[in-house]
C-alpha cells in the first residue's frame, strides 16, 4: 500500500492562453490530494473517495468506477472525477508494464472539485505516483509530468496543457509554455484565494474559448495579449530577490497584471457573476489585484494583499462561501507515512 499527496495551485497568470502554447505561471498551493493505492490480486478497481473539502466544505461519496456512486455531488463533476481516476489508472498500468493490475484506491483531497485549484491535477498526480509504487515501478518526476498531463489530455479531448500537471508534480512557483515546463524561484507572495462554492466546466469553458478564438482574430489577439502579460509578469518575479519578502512595487505591479489578466479573461468569457463579485470585493479592501484562477465559470479567485483586509471582506461578501490564505507548497508530489 503507497499513500501520495499532490498540491492544488492557482493561476498567478494565464490561463486558457497556456492551451495554445503561450506562457503561464502557476503557483502550487498547500491544499492537497491525498491517493492511496493498494495493489489488488484481481484486475478490478475499487475507488472511495471522501473529504473533498475545504476549509469545511465536505462532499463524501464511496464506490468504484465502475458502479457510479450514488452521492450527493453535482453528476457531472462526479463522472468527471472518476473519469481522472480511471485515467491516472490506465497511465500506472501502462508506465509499469501490468495492464492489468488491480487496485483499492482510496482518496482523500482539500481542493474543491472543478474550482480553478488544480483538484484534477493533483488527483492524476497523487493516483499515477501512488499506483506505480504499489506496483514496484516508482516513476521520475519528469515521466511523472507527463504521464499526468496526458491523463488530463484524455479525459479533457485534447483541451489541456502542461500547466497544472507539471506545477502539482514539482511543487512551487513554475513557468508553462507548450512542451517547456521550468520552476521559477520567486519571492513569497501574499496569495488570498476567495471561493464561491461553485465549480466551471472546464472542458466546455476551454472548448468555447477555442471557437471565439477561430472566429475573431481580435479573441486570438487577446490571448497573445495574455502571453505578454505572463511575459511581463516573469521578467519581474525573475528581477526579484527571491529570498527577501516582496517590496511594495513588486506587489502594485504584479496586482496590475493581474487585473489587466482578469479583464481580458472576462472578455473572454470565462468569469462569472460571483468571480466579478469577489473580484471587485478584494479589490476594494485594498487588494493589490485580484483575478480568477483556472478554468472559471465558478470557483475560485486569487488575490494579492499583505494586510488581512481582503480576506476579512470576503468572508463578508455575498456569494463568497470561503477565503483563506494561500501558502506556496515548495514540495510537489510526495510519499506520504500512514
Ligand atoms: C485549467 O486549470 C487551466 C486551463 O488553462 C486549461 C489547461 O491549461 O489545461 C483553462
Known amino acids: 500500500m ?29 491544499k492537497r490530494a491525498t491517493v492511496t493505492a493498494e495493489k489488488r490480486d484481481d484486475d478490478h478497481i475499487r475507488v472511495e473517495a471522501a473529504d473533498l473539502s475545504l476549509n469545511g466544505f465536505v462532499v463524501e461519496y464511496a464506490g468504484s468506477t465502475a458502479n457510479r456512486p450514488d ?19 490506465q497511465q500506472a498500468r501502462q508506465a509499469a508494464g501490468v495492464p492489468d493490475a488491480g487496485f483499492d484506491i482510496t482518496v482523500e483531497s482539500e481542493i474543491p472539485l472543478g474550482a480553478g485549484l488544480g483538484s484534477s491535477a493533483a488527483v492524476v498526480v497523487a493516483g499515477i505516483d501512488a499506483a506505480t509504487r504499489a506496483l514496484g515501478e516508482p516513476l521520475e518526476r519528469t515521466e511523472l509530468a507527463e504521464r499526468a498531463y496526458r491523463a488530463e489530455y484524455d479525459v479533457q479531448d485534447g483541451q489541456a496543457s502542461r500547466a497544472d500537471t507539471f506545477c502539482s508534480t514539482m511543487g512551487g512557483a513554475v513557468r508553462v509554455a507548450g512542451e517547456d515546463c521550468t520552476r521559477l524561484s520567486t519571492p513569497t507572495l501574499p496569495l488570498v484565494v476567495g471561493f464561491d462554492g461553485g465549480a466551471g466546466d472546464t472542458g466546455k469553458l476551454v ?63 470565462v468569469s462569472s457573476r460571483s468571480l466579478d463579485t ?57 510519499v506520504e507515512d500512514v
Open 2 to 30: 503507497t499513500t501520495a499527496s499532490a498540491p492544488g495551485k492557482v493561476y498567478l497568470f494565464g490561463e486558457h492562453a497556456v492551451v495554445y502554447g503561450e506562457p503561464a505561471v502557476p503557483c502550487a498551493i498547500e
Open 71 to 89: 452521492v450527493d455531488v453535482p453528476q457531472p463533476l462526479l463522472e468527471a472525477a472518476m473519469g481522472y481516476i480511471d485515467a491516472a489508472v
Open 207 to 269: 472548448a468555447g474559448v477555442r471557437k471565439l478564438r477561430e472566429q475573431y482574430s481580435f479573441a486570438a489577439d487577446t490571448l497573445e495579449a495574455i502571453g505578454d502579460i505572463v511575459s511581463t509578469g516573469e521578467q519581474l518575479l525573475a528581477d526579484a530577490d527571491p529570498n527577501a519578502p516582496p517590496s511594495d512595487e513588486l506587489i502594485a505591479e504584479l496586482g496590475d497584471l493581474m487585473n489587466i489578466n482578469h479583464g481580458l479573461l472576462s472578455a473572454l468569457g
Open 278 to 334: 469577489m473580484v471587485w470585493a478584494a479589490r476594494e479592501a485594498g487588494a493589490e489585484g485580484a483575478k480568477l484562477t483556472g478554468a472559471g465559470g465558478g470557483g475560485c479567485i486569487v488575490a494579492l494583499d499583505q494586510s488581512d483586509e481582503t480576506e476579512t471582506s470576503l468572508q463578508y461578501t455575498p456569494g463568497c462561501e470561503n477565503t483563506f490564505r494561500a501558502a506556496l507548497a515548495e514540495e510537489g508530489v510526495r
